[in-house]
């Protein structure tokens, strides 16, 4: 069982950055695609970004779009978000989750995902 520990969130005032990682609990080499989900107050969870073990494939929510930036050290065995220019819409627990294979289309899919991390969590606020 692959578990993963989110790590990087906390209270952050509009504009502001946070950069959020994602470590699996053992050595994977960056085998597996990872995605980035958040959960706001009252809403279901959302897909913010992904990418795919080598990198070179990453995808982001429209609501997001320059503002995070996804990448990964398979040395180092941790993908990161950069989240700049923060807004209090992105407020919310953020959850990094591990496919063995890369989604594609189906990459905001919930579904996609076998390995989830608990969470941590991100406030925007003044």
């Known amino acids: 069982q692959l578990h993963l520990v989110e790590s990087g969130g906390g209270l952050v005032q509009p504009g502001g950055s946070l950069r959020l990682s994602c470590a699996p609990s053992?050595?994977?080499?960056?085998?597996?695609?990872i995605g980035w989900f958040r959960r706001a107050p009252g809403k279901e969870r959302e897909g913010v970004s992904c990418i795919n073990s080598s990198g070179e494939l990453i995808r982001y929510t429209d609501s997001v779009k320059g503002r995070f930036t996804i990448s990964r050290d398979n040395a180092k065995n941790t993908v990161y978000l950069q989240m700049n220019s923060l807004r209090p819409d992105d407020t919310g627990v953020y959850y990094c989750a591990a496919s063995p294979t890369w989604p594609g289309s189906r990459c905001f899919d919930r579904s996609s995902y076998a390995y989830w991390g608990q969470g941590t969590q991100v406030t925007v606020s003044s």
């Open positions: 053992e050595f994977t080499g960056g085998y597996y695609a």
